[in-house]
Structure formats: C-alpha cells, structure tokens
C-alpha cells in the first residue's frame, strides 16, 4: 500500500508571513493524485488544493500553492499571508489514477499567532 | 450539487452496547462509499469502503461492520462496543463516474462516538 509521510506534526506561523507545510510519499505507479485537506476545530474535512501527477505546473488556489516535485514524492503546501481562520489540521492525501482508495498522512496541526 | 449528510452528530454509548452510524448521499447515483476513523490527536484510518450495493470492503479487522442498503446510504455498525472504538468517525463519497469529482474525497461533518 501506499504511504503518505508528515514530518511535522505541529507548526506555528505568524499572521500575515508566510509556512509550508512539508509531505512525502511512497508509490511505484506514475499515475495519481495528491490533495491538501483541512479540518478546522469544526472537525469539517475541507479541500485545500488538488495536484495531478501528470501535470508539471504547481497547482495554486489563492493564498495556497504547491510544490509538487515528482522525482522527489514530495509535495509541500505553501500558506500565504496567513490568516487566523487558517489555523487547522492539515492532512496530505494519494489516490492512484485507476484506484478508489485515498491514503492519507497523519496530519500537521498548524497554530497561527496573531 | 452533491451533499453528504451522516448522523447522530454525537453519540456517547457504554461499553458492550450495539452502534449504528448512518450516511446518505444525495444529488448523484452510484457513489464509491466510505468510513474513516480518526482517533484522538492521530490521522484517517479506513476502515471501510464500498463501491456498489452490498459490496464492502473491510480495510481493518475488528468489531465493526458496515453495510449498502441502499445505492446512496451507507451504515456503520457493531453488535457490541469496546473503549477503542472512541473516536471521531467520517463518512465519505467519491462519484464513480469520470470527471473532477471522481478523483477527490468529499466527507461528511463527522460523528463523535465516546464509548464510556
């Protein structure tokens, strides 16, 4: 199966500056998928962002952005002037182009300070 | 558009007592169904998925079920709970047919199970 890694289960960042949030993975196949998800105190699993493998510019989505680095299995996300309603927990997801199954990291909680 | 609802939101049961957590989706036909469990300060464990009526399967052996009724609805069960079955349960949906949602999970709001 494959594996999504989160290094850093916790990060702070102050408001208005910039985090990246770090995310590896583990598979042999040369198709898939890879998301950011957020789940706020709410506990509501919210997409961030959606990258395609088999495309090579970063997917941005306002203040967030990737950097998706294929030969690497990396896939870091990039919070922009961030904001206190972006404090959450933050998970990085895989799917596999033919598959139904989603395997997800074990999540970074991200603090911002005002 | 599609929506996903899953109930009871919160749900406190002793030890040994049955479950019943249940999930609907509406606004599209034949969706690829799904129960996560995160528990407490750790990620998503799947513990089921399903991919059309009465088709399950089980990702992690345990005291839990899970049935397809109904094309749309999607229940999570036990005949008997245990402590570590505590934890914030998610239900999901992907749609089985091609296009942008079939590659992206969409989850329900989540159901606090403490089992005391």
């Known amino acids: 199966a494959q594996t999504v890694t989160q290094s850093q289960p916790e990060m702070s960042v102050q408001e208005a500056e910039t985090v990246t949030l770090s995310c590896t993975y583990d598979?042999?196949?040369?198709?898939?998928?890879l998301f950011w998800y957020k789940q706020p105190p709410s506990r509501q699993m919210i997409l961030v962002i959606r990258q395609e493998a088999y495309k090579q510019q970063n997917a941005t989505e306002n203040r967030f952005s990737v950097n998706f680095q294929k030969a690497a299995k990396s896939f870091s996300l990039k919070i922009s002037d961030s904001q206190l309603g972006d404090a959450a927990m933050y998970f990085c997801?895989?799917?596999?182009?033919?598959?139904?199954?989603?395997?997800f990291g074990t999540g970074t909680s991200l603090t911002v300070i005002p | 558009s599609q929506t996903i609802h899953q109930w009871p939101a919160t749900l406190v049961q002793p030890v040994g007592s049955p479950l019943s957590l249940e999930c609907t989706v509406e606004g599209t036909s034949n969706p690829n169904l799904y129960w996560y469990r995160q528990a407490a300060g750790r990620g998503l464990q799947l513990l089921f998925y399903?991919?059309?009526?009465?088709?399950i399967s089980s990702e992690v052996p345990q005291n839990l079920s899970a049935s397809r009724p109904q094309d749309r609805q999607f229940i999570l069960s036990s005949k008997k709970l245990l402590l570590s079955d505590s934890g914030f349960y998610l239900c999901a949906w992907t749609s089985s047919s091609m296009g942008q949602s079939r590659n992206t999970i969409y989850f329900g709001e989540g159901s606090w199970l403490t089992v005391v």
């Open positions: 598979t042999s196949e040369s198709d898939y998928y």
């Open positions: 997801a895989y799917r596999s182009r033919p598959g139904n199954q989603f395997y």
């Open positions: 399903s991919v059309g009526i009465g088709q």
